[in-house]
């Protein structure tokens, strides 16, 4: 069963997201900055190879916050392709360059991405 974003049962705080993927295996790290730990980039354990595979998860401040977003990637992404589509927050628009469509949640956006092995 999927849940629409504003029907997800919490608004997640970056910590509390990190140590729900933490529990459950993953390794997440902050890619913003000590000002910016609203993302954070979830990937396999282990090392790092072309294989591997990378989420990145912006926490909005609140549903709302979230919702305001995806509605403006929404438009962008819209006017990008010149074509109407209907909203979608198990398949949302591109958000960040570099990352496929979002899985939204509550006041989560989900974005995969390809990570390049060093």
Not at 15 to 38: I, K, R
Not at 72 to 82: C, F, V, Y
Not at 99 to 115: F, P
Request: aromatic letters at 4%; glycine letters at 6%.
């Amino acid at each position: 069963m999927t849940v629409a974003a504003d029907e997800a049962p919490v608004a997640l705080a970056p910590l509390l997201l990190q140590q729900q993927f933490s529990s459950c295996g993953f390794t997440v790290t902050n890619s913003g900055s000590p000002a910016n730990p609203n993302l954070l980039d979830i990937r396999d354990p282990g090392p790092i190879t072309p294989d591997s595979r990378l989420v990145r998860a912006i926490v909005y401040t609140d549903a709302d916050a979230a919702s305001a977003a995806h509605q403006r990637a929404h438009l962008l992404a819209e006017n990008r392709a010149q074509v109407d589509v209907p909203m979608n927050d198990d398949n949302g628009p591109q958000v960040l360059p570099g990352y496929g469509g979002t899985v939204w949640r509550n006041n989560v956006a989900l974005m995969c991405g390809k990570q390049v092995a060093d």
